[in-house]
Every structure is written in C-alpha cells, then in structure tokens.
C-alpha cells in the first residue's frame, strides 16, 4: 500500500487566504485523524472520522478551521481565513478497528508525510 | 487527565551503544502504546504498538515493553547506528479518550559514528 497521502507538503499563504490541506487515508482504515504539530505544543489532534463521519472535533481551534470527508478514500482540512499562528505541520494519520469492544480502535496508526503550512 | 512523559528529551550515544528510552503515563487505564520514530521534516513512523493485554513487542532490534500498572514503557534499541538517529515518541490511547492519543514530548536521539 502508498500509506497515507498528504497534498500540498508545503504551502505558503498569505493571511487571509484559504488554505485546504488533502488527505488520502491508507485502502480499508475506517478511521481518519488530523493532527497538528509545533514546536511550542506538540502534536494536538484536531479531529477524527469514522466511516467519514466525524467523531470528536473538539481539538478544531476555532470556527476558521473545518474538516471533510465526502468519502472512505478523501478528506480535507480548511482554514478560512488563515492566519499566522495558524502556521504548522499538519498530519493525517489513518488507522483500522482493531477489534476492541465498542467503538474504541485498538488499531496502529499510521501518519503521512505532513503538509507544511506558512501564513505570512 | 492523562499525561505522557517522556525521559530523557534527548540522548547522544556512540555507534554501537544499547541503548533505552523511558515513557511514563499517568493513567494506566489504557487500550495501547504506540512507539513513533519521527525524522526531520517527515511524519511519524509507527515502531511498535503494544496492547494493554501484551508485555513486550519486538521488531528487529527494538524492543518495547509495557508494565501497565507503574504506568511505564521502555523502547530498547539493540547495536546503535548513526541511522536511528532521529525523535522518538510514545504515545497512550486512554481509555479516557476514547480514540485519542496522547503524545509524549518525544526524545531526541543522536547517534555518534
């Protein structure tokens, strides 16, 4: 399998501008995570789906930030309008069930290459 | 609220030490841990994940063990090689979370040839 697919890896605005940030998550993981990575916080998750639907988006910082996933092999990250503190790597990661009771996955995770994100 | 602590935040060895790294958690109602190797400017590669029902994971010359109940993980690297070098993380999925992870600091290994 490719593992998860980031597009663009690197991407410098203006602030202001829209950014959308793509994800293509690994063939048959039925889970989708975006995280958020800086020096001063480490990586922070944003939000997850599962089977496109998404879960938890308590980690999404504010209302300029919003997530998509209109299908099992697309998602997507927007910021509208951006903004320089917004600058960071931004990871998806992908993984499957696991099998654990509920709706909890035990799953490994796996991480794409990250998109690198620049407000000026 | 789970917390993942990760000793020491960076190590420098010569070329052929064994070497361990130390996680620390303090909840230990957990689903798994998850060992990431993260190189400069890439994303996270996945090393070892451990469920809460398994002691040890190995993978090559890693090792990775998990005593749930101190709330601890060591990642062992056997035979050292400048090409180890990179960040490494720990990471818990809480029970408390549900499906989120929670991420240590990361150590920073340096490996000398």
């Known amino acids: 399998d490719a593992g998860v697919i980031q597009s663009p890896r690197h991407e410098v605005t203006e602030m202001g501008q829209e950014v959308t940030l793509r994800c293509k998550p690994i063939?048959?993981?039925?889970?989708l995570f975006w995280y958020r990575q800086t020096m001063m916080r480490g990586l922070e998750l944003l939000i997850y789906?599962?089977?496109?639907?998404?879960?938890?988006d308590s980690g999404m910082p504010e209302d300029r930030f919003s997530a998509k996933m209109p299908n099992a092999s697309f998602s997507t990250l927007k910021i509208q309008p951006s903004e320089p503190r917004d600058s960071a790597v931004y990871f998806c990661?992908?993984?499957?069930?696991?099998?654990?009771?509920?709706?909890?996955?035990?799953?490994?995770?796996?991480f794409g290459e990250g998109s690198r994100l620049t407000v000026l | 609220k789970q917390e993942v602590t990760q000793i020491p935040a960076a190590l420098s060895v010569p070329e052929g030490e064994n070497l361990v790294l130390n996680c620390s958690f303090t909840?230990?109602?957990?689903?798994?841990l998850q060992w990431f190797r993260q190189d400069p400017g890439k994303g996270l590669t996945s090393l070892l994940l451990?469920?809460?029902?398994?002691r040890e994971q190995t993978s090559g010359r890693l090792n990775a063990s998990l005593d749930k109940s101190s709330g601890r993980s060591t990642l062992y690297i056997a035979a050292s090689q400048p090409g180890d070098s990179a960040t490494y993380l720990c990471?818990?999925?809480?029970?408390?979370?549900?499906?989120?992870?929670?991420f240590g600091a990361g150590t920073i290994l340096r490996v000398k040839s």
């Open positions: 909840d230990s109602a957990i689903y798994n």
């Open positions: 990661a992908s993984s499957t069930y696991g099998g654990a009771s509920g709706r909890e996955n035990t799953g490994e995770l796996f």
């Open positions: 789906f599962n089977n496109n639907v998404p879960i938890d």
């Open positions: 990471a818990v999925k809480a029970i408390e979370y549900g499906n989120k992870l929670v």
């Open positions: 451990i469920q809460s029902s398994q």
């Open positions: 063939s048959g993981h039925d889970y």
